[in-house]
């Protein structure tokens, strides 16, 4: 079973600065890793996805991958109230393994 | 834009009671799965489908099965409902040539009294 560790939160950071979401998985074969947002009251939606080690930038969002130390990141630029939600680490290949993910509060 | 409807939002339900949730996509993705989320848990897999009448059991299936007769529709059942089936139900799906990129429904929020 693979397993995904994330810190609960809440992280609270103003608004314009960095969040920085980390997460921890235990399974070294573990190859595809995702970041999904999830608003409250809302369904997750995917905002990034990465497979190599090192960075993937998309707009304000850049994940990190580090596969040695087993450990992948979310950071926000830029952070914008409405970046307020709960962010989930996902893992896996058809089959995903979730973490329970990390609540963001972006405060103006 | 892909659409996953979920027939129900909100459901009571009492206990032992057989429960339907209806799930349907509406672009030809291959996969569909079953999660329940539940606060300090998070999102598990109950069960998926790679092909019409394929299932395979996820982490959690002890007391649900699933149906799929068609490649759009994917029907989780619980049986005989219990008060710890009380939970969020999510229906996602995807293409199989992009796994890990699903896409949810937007839920059903069952109880079971």
């Not at chain 1, 314009?16 to 070294?28: E, H, K, P, Q, V």
């Not at chain 1, 950071?75 to 329970?100: E, H, M, N, W």
Request: charged share 25%; aromatic share 12%.
């Amino acid at each position: 079973q693979k397993e995904v560790e994330q810190n609960s939160g809440p992280l609270s950071v103003p608004e314009g600065a960095i969040a920085s979401l980390n997460c921890t998985y235990s399974d070294r074969g573990s190859q595809s890793f995702f970041w999904y947002r999830q608003y409250s009251g809302k369904s997750p939606e995917l905002i990034m996805s990465i497979y190599s080690n090192g960075d993937k930038e998309d707009g304000r969002f850049t994940a990190q991958l580090n596969k040695a130390s087993q450990y992948v990141s979310l950071l926000i630029r830029d952070s914008q109230p409405s970046d307020s939600a709960t962010y989930l680490c996902a893992l896996g290949f058809q089959k995903l393994v979730f973490g329970t993910g990390t609540r963001l509060l972006v405060s103006p | 834009d892909v659409k996953v409807t979920q027939s129900s939002r909100y459901l009571v339900k009492r206990t032992g009671e057989k429960v339907f949730l209806e799930c349907v996509q509406d672009m030809d993705h291959e996969n569909m799965f079953w999660y329940r989320q539940d606060p300090g848990l998070g999102l598990r897999l109950i069960y998926f489908s790679y092909d019409v009448k394929m299932k395979e059991k996820g982490d959690i299936p002890e007391g649900y099965s699933v149906s799929r007769e068609k490649k759009e529709r994917f029907s989780l059942i619980l049986e005989s409902a219990s008060t710890n089936q009380t939970s969020m139900y999510l229906c996602a799906s995807v293409l199989s040539g992009r796994p890990g990129e699903l896409f949810f429904g937007e839920g059903s929020r069952l109880t079971v009294l």
